[in-house]
């Protein structure tokens, strides 16, 4: 007679995994088909020694390293400058109220660095003395935001400072001055940055903005 | 407590470093699997990590609800494969790291029951498949469902539990042969004694 117990069946009882009444019916099986029984008991005694070395705590790696790991994961992924973004594919503007205020503050910003900052002799902050100094509560998306931001006014300030320096102004020469065509990639940065936030954040980005 | 679901949401609204929370949960579970995968520390480390970059960069792909762990022991299970594929590993030696107790340290005699036990474990290990040892690995120690075992491995689910029933046949000979060489090897020895 064959044996009505195939391999996937054997494995279901083994783990406990079958109805009642199949359960029992391959009890009963096991009880009178010896080829079954040494069958079974093989891999119960596999599967207990693997159980057991499964119940012994297995060394692991200092707290320091699962520390470390998060963070190496965190730069490589959601903690990553968006310093690409310069290549991206302009989406579709959303036409939330406070998005295109926010966008117009920082067009705004950006003309004022442009038209004033030359003048102002204001000392020039980096994007990560800017995004240090203000980081709130390790909001990673609005850090980015920022990031972009004031690096766009810092590119637009360290030009001026680069043309003041050469005395090229003082000559009356202005076509070194950042183009309308070197803006719109930089202000293209920014804008993608505020996409990413949230009506909350981009409160924030405009409170920011203003202590600029 | 968030859901994966809830996480993985909040991640793709911008919230991006809830991943972060997605991290510590799973990376513990991720390298013990690679661990007893056969890995060493550094190369479960590394694996472990481009593992959950890959899933961030394509968090958009979980869509079903409870599905981010699995999805997850896919991608590092086949960084792992791709790996041990590259160094061109055969039979694979399970890591010391795998098999080293911490309660072991103070108690000699845990120690010499466990080392026996995990000597035949290894042994047993080594001569499995890659694939059985993937099962055997999912299963047996990380008490996974067959049928998330089966979307990991990318089997049937009958498939896997073949798979297994033959892992642990496997298993259970080698126990028997290593049992089989320490009764000859005490034999020889007592006729040795005599004799001498």
Known sequence: MKCPLDESLLVDYLEGELEATASSMVSEHLKSCPVCRTEYEALLEAREALRAMRESKTEEPPESFWQESLQAVAQATYRRRVDSSLGKVIKFPYLKPKFLAAAAVVMMALAGTLKWGLFTGRSVRSPETVVQAVSPANNIALEDSLYLLTRAIYQCDLAAMALESIGELEAGDTSGIPSAGMVFPVGRSVYEGLLDLKDNEIDNVMVLLASL | ?196
């Open chain 2, 1 to 196: 407590m968030e859901t994966d679901g809830q996480l993985i949401a909040q991640v793709l609204h911008g919230e991006r470093e809830k991943f972060g929370i997605l991290v510590e949960r799973y990376q513990r579970q991720i390298y013990r699997f690679l661990i007893r995968m056969g890995l060493d520390h550094d190369e479960t480390a590394d694996i472990m990590q481009n593992a959950f970059i890959k899933a961030y960069s394509n968090l958009k792909s979980v869509r079903e609800e409870g599905s981010f762990r699995c999805w997850l022991y896919t991608i590092a299970a086949n960084q792992a494969k791709n790996y041990l594929r590259q160094v061109s590993r055969r039979g694979v030696q399970v890591s010391p790291e795998a098999l080293y107790s911490v309660e072991e340290r103070d108690n000699p005699e845990l120690i010499y029951e466990r080392r026996s036990l995990r000597d035949r474990i290894e042994e047993a290990m080594v001569r499995l498949s890659e694939i059985q040892r993937q099962v055997v690995v999912l299963r047996a120690f990380e008490d996974l469902p067959f049928k998330e075992v089966a979307k990991i491995t990318n089997m049937s689910l009958s498939g896997v539990k073949v798979t297994y029933h033959r892992a642990l046949k496997k298993m259970s000979i080698s126990f028997k042969i290593k049992v089989s060489n320490t009764k000859l090897e005490a034999r020889e020895k007592g006729q040795n004694e005599m004799s001498a």
